[in-house]
């Protein structure tokens, strides 16, 4: 069973930031946050992952509560190319996908 | 990182016969891992790899339909058997990268329809 909730679908503007929220109300202690994205026919690629704290690479920005329950994953200036469905897992070595967040960037 | 490749990209088989897809990684690695992706569907995680052992299966999927074979680090094969129409998926192999807690990586995946 999936232990995240993410919502199935939102829309964002070219150019602008992209907020992806999720919710991991029971993750426990030595849990990650990973989060990964589908592109359309393409195997998932990585993004970003974390423990507690806040993390930042070239891609995005991910944004952890203090009590761990939920998180936020930022794209800062989405393009066309960030059109895709976007996974938040947590977990360890085993990764168990939800229905994850459809998410398309419009011109 | 690592770099997987799988083969083959895609293909179409009669039910009833049997599919062995490859698994080949650019470097040694201790798991691999097995998801099919109906469709429409999420990725649903089949089986780990490990090399020298039995593969572990995840509830729902066994050896007899989905043998899987791990020879050495940096190769595996999964084998689909006794195919029929509801097989038809996307199956994609992924490994784990070094150290603790860090990204997978991911195969382009196999385009299976069975008819």
């Known amino acids: 069973d999936a232990k995240t909730t993410q919502p199935p679908s939102m829309d964002c503007a070219e150019g602008r930031a992209a907020n992806l929220p999720c919710n991991h109300s029971t993750i426990s202690g030595n849990e990650y946050v990973y989060w990964y994205r589908q592109i359309h026919s393409q195997g998932p690629q990585y993004i970003i992952h974390?423990?507690?704290n806040n993390e930042t690479n070239e891609m995005a920005s991910l944004i952890i509560t203090e009590d761990r329950k939920s998180s936020t994953l930022i794209l800062p200036h989405a393009t066309l190319r960030d059109t895709a469905v976007y996974y938040c897992?947590?977990?360890?070595?085993?990764?168990?996908f939800g229905a994850g967040t459809t998410v398309t960037v419009r011109a | 990182s690592a770099v997987i490749s799988q083969k083959p990209s895609r293909d179409i088989c009669q039910r009833g016969t049997s599919l062995t897809i490859q698994c080949q990684v650019d470097s040694q690695v201790t798991m691999m891992f097995w998801y099919r992706q109906q469709p429409g569907q999420s990725l649903t995680l089949i089986a780990t790899?490990?090399?020298?052992?039995?593969?572990?299966?995840e509830s729902g999927f066994v050896i007899d339909k989905f043998p899987i074979s791990r020879p050495n680090l940096t190769f595996s094969t999964l084998t689909v058997s006794n195919m029929s129409p509801e097989d038809s998926s996307i199956y994609l192999c992924?490994?784990?990268?070094?150290?603790?807690?860090?990204?997978?990586?991911f195969g382009q995946g196999t385009r299976l329809t069975v008819v």
């Open positions: 992924s490994v784990e990268g070094q150290g603790v807690a860090t990204e997978a990586f």
């Open positions: 897992i947590v977990g360890d070595y085993k990764l168990s």
């Open positions: 974390g423990l507690k």
């Open positions: 790899a490990n090399q020298g052992s039995e593969a572990t299966y």
